[in-house]
């Protein structure tokens, strides 16, 4: 009997409860439940060239003259969401970050530094869509008289994946075991099951190797079908690894990239670059290209508004991050992308 009446004063007060609700929040409840599953490929977000730059001190030419807030004051007042970091080894046992050997300043002067400033914001913003975080080691070539010295590239490599998973926890991060999910490639993965859900992967980072030729390769031979890896690696069409794209010439190539968007797989592209002169001319004919043609991630020099130059970005829509144009589906809002 105790039983029975439990279950009659439950059902009662369910009642209550549902009648309290009302018509407009029952709607709510059944239209949320309708709405179409958002994933990672569905978003169109801002990021930065070379995230870490400051512009030298003193007279420089075109190409390094632009500078970049700190990254976690780009992610949280310009709404990048896109991160580019060059990494140098260095003989004290650190990888550092700076352009070159002539452009050397940086609002991150290590990648370990990098990464904990991101995973600060991170944790104190954990409904943020994953951060997509590029990194392209750098070799030093020195020249004496009698030989030249190059850096092994493999070392390097162990480097970045260690420190990776020394400096970012593995629960934050999207590898691409995530995405395959059982596929025999990464590429079928896509081609087949798409992304993971957006909602499954909020406060979370997903790193990319930004090289190509002899260094993918290596790290390719470390790690056969990106099995067991932390990083993706800049895809080339048709390869079993093919997850994420990076072209930067959205006018030219436009047909391609939205190829590729429509296929599920990730894009990054570029909107400006100091040295060509979109930002002194205020053209954004590039931006606008990478925008229409779905790329989702855009990469600036100029993610706000500087001093004497009109020219900056901003995702139309964005909240800050937006929703693709190419592959979000017709349900798709901002809110629903990111609204911290």
């Known amino acids: 009997m105790r039983a029975v009446s439990a279950i009659l004063v439950l059902i009662i007060f369910s009642g209550s409860i549902s009648g309290c609700l009302s018509n407009s929040e029952k ?5 949320d439940e309708d709405l179409t599953p958002l994933r990672i490929n569905h978003i169109q977000m801002k990021g930065t060239h070379n995230s870490y730059h400051l512009a030298p001190i003193g007279p420089t030419i075109r190409a390094y003259d632009y500078s970049h807030d700190p990254l976690d004051v780009q992610a949280e007042e310009q709404g990048v969401r896109q991160f580019e970091i060059d990494v140098w080894w260095d003989a004290r046992g650190q990888l550092y970050v700076y352009h070159n050997q002539y452009d050397v300043r940086s609002n991150c002067i290590t990648l370990e530094e990098c990464l904990e400033t991101l995973l600060n914001w991170s944790n104190q913003n954990q409904e943020h869509v994953p951060l997509m975080i590029w990194i392209e080691p750098k070799e030093w070539i020195e020249q004496s008289t009698d030989n030249t010295v190059v850096i092994d590239l493999q070392n390097m ?5 260690n420190e990776i998973i020394q400096y970012w926890p593995r629960n934050k991060t999207i590898v691409p075991d995530d995405v395959r999910n059982g596929e025999d490639t990464l590429s079928d993965a ?8 957006l909602d499954e992967s909020r406060g979370k980072a997903i790193f990319i190797l930004l090289s190509s030729g002899d260094l993918r390769e290596n790290y390719h031979g470390k790690f056969p079908g990106l099995n067991g890896s932390r990083m993706f690696t800049m895809s080339e069409p048709g390869s079993s690894e093919a997850a994420i794209f990076s072209d930067t010439n959205p006018i030219g190539n436009g047909d ?6 429509r296929d599920g797989f990730i894009v990054r592209s570029r909107a400006d670059n100091a040295e060509d002169g979109e930002a002194d001319n205020n053209d954004t004919s590039r931006l606008e290209a990478a925008i229409s043609v779905g790329a989702h991630s855009i990469s600036t020099d100029y993610p706000e508004k500087v001093e004497g130059i009109d ?3 901003e995702i139309p ?7 693709n144009p190419i592959s979000a589906p017709i349900d798709c809002t901002s809110e629903r992308i990111e609204s911290l």
């Open 311 to 313: 020219y900056w970005v």
């Open 157 to 161: 490599l162990d480097k970045i994946e």
């Open 317 to 323: 829509n964005g909240n800050p991050v937006a929703c």
């Open 190 to 197: 896509i081609l087949k099951n798409g992304w993971p859900l």
């Open 27 to 31: 709607e709510s409840t059944i239209e």
């Open 256 to 261: 391609e990239i939205e190829a590729l968007v």
